[in-house]
């Protein structure tokens, strides 16, 4: 079984995804709890990999027997074991809380095949996670955003038109992606990545090359929602069920991040991404300016979601800096950003669905004294927030932390300059949200009555908090954001340091 | 004169491509959207079909029977086109036709919500 691992975390979703409908036909409410049980042992299975990982080395799976150049390999070494017990683990959680909110936001008639597509999405962030193959990649981006452009079009209103935009976008990243790899494919005659590794150093000056690097920078960046290439990103979170935008934001834009690390560090070597054409210079002034500019978006926004979305952005700028500067420091923040991004996102948009299942508030402004209606939903929305924004000893903290370093040895004073000033900037949106829901009173929506004159005659409000299935798996990402703040020197030693190449500084 | 003519499937394929391209990010129409998508898929196919084709080759099939023993090194690799871009742009159409499919079906979905398929009379009801 052990063996077998990374298989199965593909094949068990895969399998799930295609009878959910046939049993939701007989009972609609079985759908979820299928879905779950699936989710659960794919996380199994997931973790006994990173486990086989750590402790052997990293694995290379042959899909069917056939030896690499010709047959599609897994390929699962140190940044992808723990990328994909990261994604399963959120996707889990996620499973668990979104359960009442699906209820409720989702017809009933559509819950096998919410859940079915459910299941498809992370089965493809998984495979995109583990796969060694080209090609392979390409086809899982491509399951990826086709389940993603139906469950967001599943939203409220607006939904329709931004899962739209999404499909014109998504397709023309992932065609210049497949342009991408033709290139490569008529240049080489190859499509595995270790083996391109090997063959392109040879041919690095040759035009093909870099037109193939330029479309993946492309393709891979729409994906990801890389500034200028993010038009599609904030409708969709917007405008999504509150479940998916949960699922796709912690998840989604990590894999594809993730993808761009392993095509300029692997396959791709850094000499080429970084000496031979200067890609690390313009990536540092993109990934500058969208930092800046999901920052300043994210202060300007009255609804909640589109407010994490624009900081989305700018977080997706973070990461990208650090595989930009060039240096062990930046690209370990980097990869480091990855995870306690996605902690830190998930367990905001968590908190985000809780409300919105419980009072319907999305403004921002209706925040007011709501710590006292669910005080530790509240808690860990804070928690989040200070990882946001990088307070010690959260995980936002360590990667920034790291990323300081980088600009600090590649001595880009302007760079460590924006990272503070970005940072300066998350406190002023985060603090504004924090200040209403613990310094002023609560507003009762639903009687009108107003507490917010006074400060010395608070009325009385009741506990309402978020149901448990909610609560604890907002509890457990809280957790985990602090988990990867303390453990961070344990993640970077067992998986994040093999990241940096030989010979870097 | 020559560089065009030699490599004339190529240009075919870039130009088919901006063609494509220049109506997804252009036409205000969704329709019109969709058909430039179709096209921009469909450059992309003709440039993987025509990476794996050779001048004088033939299908790659071997014309000894099925279970002779054929030394790998008499066989002319020059003499058979290869098939490998062609399979793998099998998979691309099943892709290209799922996204056009999905893209569709939300067409009906906006079309029976705002009674126009015109992004900006759509925009101007959402706002």
């Not at chain 1, 299975?45 to 052997?56: F, G, I, K, N, P």
């Not at chain 1, 899962?163 to 033709?182: C, E, K, P, Q, T």
């Not at chain 1, 396959?267 to 800046?292: D, Q, Y």
């Not at chain 2, 065009?4 to 063609?19: G, L, P, Q, R």
Request: proline share 4%.
């Amino acid at each position: 079984m052990m063996q077998q691992a990374p298989a199965l975390t593909i094949a068990i979703l895969l399998l799930t995804a295609f009878w959910v409908p046939i049993f939701g036909m007989v009972k609609r409410e079985s759908a979820y709890y299928i879905s779950l049980t699936a989710m659960f042992f794919s996380f199994l299975a997931a973790c006994a990999t990173l486990y086989a990982v750590v402790t052997t080395g990293p694995i290379h799976y042959r899909m069917g027997g056939w030896p690499p150049p010709w047959g599609i390999e897994f390929v699962i070494d140190y940044l992808n074991a723990g990328v994909l017990v990261l994604i399963s683990l959120i996707s889990l959680l996620t499973t668990v809380s979104a359960k009442k909110s699906v209820e409720r936001e989702i017809h009933r008639s559509k819950w096998p095949l919410f859940w079915s597509l459910y299941l498809l999405l992370v089965m493809s962030l998984m495979g995109m996670t583990e796969t060694g193959d080209m090609f392979n990649m390409y086809v899982y981006l491509e399951v990826s955003s086709l389940t993603a452009y139906g469950l967001i079009a599943m939203g409220e209103k607006g939904a329709l038109m931004a899962s739209f935009n999404y499909v014109i976008l998504g397709s023309v990243g992932a065609s210049f992606y497949l342009l991408g790899v033709g290139y490569l494919y008529i240049a080489t005659g190859s499509l595995n990545m270790a083996d391109l590794s090997k063959i392109l150093p040879s041919i690095y000056r040759s035009k093909v090359i870099f037109t193939a690097f330029a479309f993946f920078i492309v393709g891979i960046g729409l994906k990801m929602g890389l500034f200028p290439l993010h038009m599609w990103l904030p409708d969709a979170y917007t405008h999504a069920p509150s479940a998916i935008s949960t699922l796709i934001a912690p998840t989604m834009t990590k894999v594809s991040a993730y993808v761009f690390f392993r095509i300029i560090l692997t396959v791709f070597n850094p000499h080429f991404s970084w000496e031979v054409i200067p890609a690390a210079t313009l990536l540092r002034w993109i990934a500058a300016v969208g930092i800046i500019y999901g920052s300043i978006m994210a202060i300007a926004q009255k609804d909640i979601k589109r407010m994490l979305a624009y900081s989305s952005i700018s977080q997706i700028g973070y990461i990208v800096l650090g595989i930009a500067l060039a240096n062990r420091m930046g690209l370990i923040g980097g990869a480091l950003h990855i995870f306690s991004h996605a902690f830190a996102k998930g367990s905001l948009f968590m908190v985000v669905m809780a409300v919105i299942y419980k009072t319907g508030i999305r403004n921002i402004d209706d925040f007011k004294g709501l710590n006292r209606k669910m005080p530790f939903t509240m808690a860990a929305f804070c928690l989040a927030a200070f990882s946001m924004v990088g307070v010690p000893p959260t995980a936002g903290f360590f990667s920034k932390w790291y990323l300081v370093l980088g600009t600090v040895a590649g001595k880009y004073w302007w760079l460590t300059a924006v990272i503070l000033a970005s940072s300066l900037l998350n406190a002023v949106y985060f603090f504004r949200i924090i200040e209403k829901i613990y310094f002023s009173s609560f507003v009762d929506l639903v009687t009108g009555g107003s507490g917010g004159h006074e400060h010395h005659e608070l009325p009385a409000v009741a506990v309402a908090e978020a149901p448990l299935m909610m609560l604890v798996p907002i509890l457990l990402m809280a957790a985990g954001i602090l988990a990867v703040g303390l453990f961070n020197t344990q993640i970077i030693h067992h998986l994040l340091q093999f990241i940096v190449p030989k010979g870097l500084a | 004169m020559d560089f065009i003519v030699s490599k004339f499937n190529y240009w075919i394929y870039i130009i088919m491509m901006m063609i494509g391209f220049y109506a997804m990010i252009a036409k205000r129409n969704l329709v019109k959207k969709i058909i430039g998508m179709n096209i921009f898929q469909t450059a992309i196919i003709l440039f993987y079909v025509s990476i794996g084709a050779k001048k004088g080759a033939t299908i790659p099939i071997l014309e000894a029977a099925h279970h002779a023993k054929i030394p790998p090194e008499s066989i002319e690799v020059a003499k058979y086109i290869n098939p490998l871009p062609h399979v793998l742009m099998l998979t691309a159409i099943v892709v290209g036709v799922s996204v056009t499919g999905v893209a569709l079906a939300l067409i009906i979905l906006i079309y029976r919500r705002y009674h126009t398929v015109e992004e900006d009379e759509i925009l101007r009801q959402l706002s």
